[in-house]
């Protein structure tokens, strides 16, 4: 008496088995298939539903206040901001907020992009800054009429001034781009050469 489980379908001397899928994985995968329904319509379609970049937004100030309570409220001095050069940890975070909110006129590489009022940030030429703590100015009120906005009302004091430093680090890693305007400045002061303020 043959298997009941065995068809009578052969191929090459191997018999096909007859093992249907379980009840249970069919009723999970329509119970999948139901709540999908209501999870697309909750999160495409309900306007209190966080979207993937508000998420986003979120997990960042998250990381960010995470990141910043392990150094308190940062001084916007050359000392601190020196300091904050020499952080690799920080100058990552920093990054991140350069990319965010920087890079569509500056560059990712912030060499300038073409066509735009947003100068080569890596070269020794600047037009709005002779000295260190003028990166953290610019950054907060703005130059150029608004060519530059100011972020003094956007971004956190931290944030401007990590910020500030990682673009002090950017003329230290010169990228061919916008051609260099403004005058030169000389090299930023060496960590403890700048006297807090």
Same mark, same amino acid.
């Given at each position: +008496?043959?298997?009941?489980?065995?068809?009578?379908?052969?191929?090459?001397?191997? =018999?096909?088995?007859?093992?249907?899928?379980?009840?249970?994985?069919? +009723?999970?995968?329509?119970?999948?298939?139901?709540?999908?329904?209501?999870?697309?319509?909750?999160?495409h379609g309900n306007p209190d539903a966080a979207s993937v970049e508000q998420t986003w937004e979120m997990d960042q100030v998250a990381e960010f =206040? !995470?990141?910043?309570?392990?150094?308190?409220?940062?001084?916007?001095?050359?000392?601190?901001?020196?300091? +904050?050069?020499?952080?690799?940890? +920080?100058?990552?975070? #920093?990054?991140?907020?350069?990319?965010?909110?920087?890079?569509?006129?500056?560059? =990712?590489?912030?060499?300038?992009?073409?066509?735009?009022?947003?100068? &080569?940030?890596?070269? &020794?030429?600047?037009?709005?800054?002779?000295?260190?703590?003028?990166?953290?100015?610019?950054?907060?009120?703005?130059?150029? &009429?608004?060519?530059?906005?100011?972020?003094?009302?956007?971004?956190?004091? &931290?944030? !401007?001034?990590?910020? #500030?430093?990682?673009?002090?680090?950017?003329?230290?890693?010169?990228?061919?781009?916008?051609?260099?305007?403004?005058?030169?400045?000389?090299?930023?002061?060496?960590?403890?050469? #700048?006297? #807090?303020?």
């Amino acid at each position: +008496m043959s298997d009941p489980q065995l068809l009578d379908h052969e191929y090459d001397g191997i =018999r096909e088995l007859d093992n249907p899928t379980p009840q249970w994985w069919w +009723m999970l995968f329509f119970a999948s298939v139901f709540f999908s329904f209501f999870y697309v319509a909750y999160w495409h379609g309900n306007p209190d539903a966080a979207s993937v970049e508000q998420t986003w937004e979120m997990d960042q100030v998250a990381e960010f =206040r !995470r990141v910043f309570g392990t150094v308190g409220e940062l001084k916007p001095d050359d000392a601190t901001v020196l300091k +904050m050069m020499a952080d690799p940890k +920080m100058m990552e975070v #920093a990054k991140g907020i350069f990319v965010s909110n920087c890079a569509q006129c500056h560059g =990712r590489d912030a060499a300038g992009i073409g066509g735009s009022a947003c100068p &080569n940030l890596t070269d &020794n030429l600047w037009k709005n800054v002779k000295v260190l703590g003028d990166v953290f100015n610019v950054i907060t009120n703005g130059a150029n &009429n608004g060519a530059m906005p100011a972020w003094g009302n956007r971004l956190s004091q &931290n944030e !401007r001034v990590i910020l #500030a430093a990682y673009v002090a680090t950017l003329r230290e890693h010169p990228v061919p781009g916008r051609a260099a305007e403004g005058v030169e400045v000389p090299p930023w002061p060496k960590v403890g050469d #700048a006297p #807090a303020k």
